[in-house]
């Protein structure tokens, strides 16, 4: 529940951002609307929120601030990555199950470095 709500910040907030203040394409090639200051309002709303969850897993703040970081980062690396496969063969979206967000894929995205970086904390480092 914890990674849904810090992924989920990440992709919402660095949208939002990106459309109220954005003008520094990051990628332009990759992704045209990804942009310094939607990603910059996103990582911070995200590390926020993870503060204000992070009773959900017993965290301190700076745990918190840690990992919100550290999601917001990797949510962002995987929805580029996403997005860079999606133009090497030359699609828009990558379904229709969701009209307008980019296709299924692009709801999963921000998991695909996540969720093994958490597998391997875990399981290895903690």
Avoid: Q
């Avoid at 045209?32 to 009773?55: A, N, W």
């Avoid at 995205?109 to 597998?119: A, E, I, N, S």
């Amino acid at each position: 529940f914890y990674v849904v709500i810090l992924v989920t910040s990440m992709d919402i907030f660095a949208y939002l951002g990106g459309n109220l203040f954005g003008k520094i394409k990051i990628a332009p090639a990759i992704s045209k609307g990804k942009t310094i200051e939607g990603t910059i309002f996103g990582l911070l709303l995200t590390v926020l929120i993870s503060c204000i969850f992070k009773d959900i897993l017993f965290f301190n703040y700076w745990h918190a601030g840690f990992f919100g970081f550290i999601i917001a980062v990797l949510a962002f690396f995987g929805d580029l990555i996403v997005s860079s496969f999606k133009r090497k063969i030359g699609i828009k979206d990558s379904g229709v199950l969701f009209p307008g967000h980019g296709g299924l894929l692009d709801r999963f995205d921000g998991y695909l470095l996540v969720l093994p970086f958490l597998m391997i904390y875990f399981n290895y480092i903690m």
